[in-house]
């Protein structure tokens, strides 16, 4: 799918499409104004500055294939400014975890409840990722 003209990417990953902000307004438009409570959230824990990557679930899913999370993080973490480190945790919940504080700038939020995604990068810089609980 063409993204040109949005606040957005949007990617397919078996099947399943995910929308990727391109700036920290955009990341609240996406994640509180596009995405529907029951999409998953992903973005690079630790505070740094990165993408808010939404993958929808019009299915209501309790939990998405691995192969799409697994996809989904990497994408987080490349679209972000860890996307040169060799490990990069991601944060992955449900849109209705996220949260937007009171007065805080575009693009900060805060998360209910979260599971952890590491993404490793080896050597020829191609990435994977694994699942592992908060």
Not at 39 to 50: E, I, K, Y
Not at 64 to 88: F, I, M, N, Q, T
């Amino acid at each position: 799918m063409a993204s040109k003209g949005r606040r957005y990417r949007t990617v397919v990953v078996e099947g399943y499409e995910v929308l990727i902000g391109k700036g920290d307004a955009d990341n609240d438009e996406l994640t509180f104004a596009l995405a529907a409570p029951e999409d998953f959230w992903l973005h690079v824990a630790g505070g740094v500055p990165g993408s808010h990557v939404v993958v929808r679930n019009p299915d209501k899913l309790d939990a998405l294939p691995r192969a799409v999370v697994e996809r989904a993080a990497e994408l987080a973490a490349r679209h972000s400014k860890a996307r040169d480190a060799r490990r990069v945790d991601v944060h992955l919940c449900r849109v209705a975890d996220v949260s937007k504080p009171r007065g805080a700038p575009p693009g900060q939020v805060e998360l209910r409840r979260w599971e952890r995604v590491r993404v490793h990068r080896d050597a020829g810089s191609n990435a994977a990722a694994r699942r592992s609980d908060s």
